[in-house]
């Protein structure tokens, strides 16, 4: 060996090796100097684009605590009602796969988590986001480890179907678009009472959740520190925190 050193494979990695090679396998796993724990730092590792990352992500299926494997393009998300659609037939819902399951089941750590060789049967799915590729990647039981393969060796290999699990992003952009015109309308009706009221009104329409975009809340276009001191705040700031909204609607009209 010419005196280098001989480096033995991380054992989740040689379990997806040995499988790969069982299968005739033209690509063995390839291990990264560094960690390729997202998609994004694997794709950067490998030179090539985030969407040529396959991706695993677990779910938990509530019904018998099984491992859902979904297998997608790294620059997709999915979408989990159309994943329980198909897995949870009785009624009952996905759950959320923490570091502990993930592992317990897959015998991977989260961020190396290959679609293949896992330590039990899982339920797997592939997105059909896949298939519009050529050449991807996938993990191979180690953060820093990685096999190439094409989407069609990906369902050989697996033995799973092939399905539209990403989240439809047009569909999403026009339902926040909706839940946009729909707050701008009711924190608009309320604004008109403000001038009659004998006790300024709360601009509050039970959407509590603040836009990581803007800074305000998407339900009462309010900051945070203006929701926090409103309770003490008199009646002459409140109107204030009126005149301040009604601006931040103007500049967010679609």
Partial sequence: MCGAEVKVLPEGVQ???AVLQARGHAHAPVMLDDAA??????ADALGIAVGQIAKSIIFRRKSDDSAVLVVTSGDQ?????KVEALVCTDGKRLGRADAAFVKARTGFSIGGVS?????????TLIDQSLFRLDEIWAAAGHPHAVFQLS???????????????AVDVAAEVEDEKLALQRAICLVTLRAHTVDAAAD???????????????????GCFRTRDEIAAWSRADDNSKRGIWSA???RMATMQP
């Fill in 200 to 218: 300024v009104p709360s601009p509050c329409i039970s959407v509590c959740r603040m836009s990581a975009a803007t800074g305000w809340c998407e």
């Fill in 115 to 123: 679609p293949l060789a896992h330590a039990t049967l899982s339920v």
């Fill in 245 to 247: 909204i009604e601006q």
């Fill in 37 to 42: 724990r997202t998609a994004q730092q694997a």
């Fill in 77 to 81: 998300r999915v979408d989990e009602k």
């Fill in 151 to 165: 989407p069609k060796e990906l369902q050989w290999l697996t033995g799973a179907p092939i399905a539209d699990l």
């Fill in 15 to 17: 379990r997806v090796a």
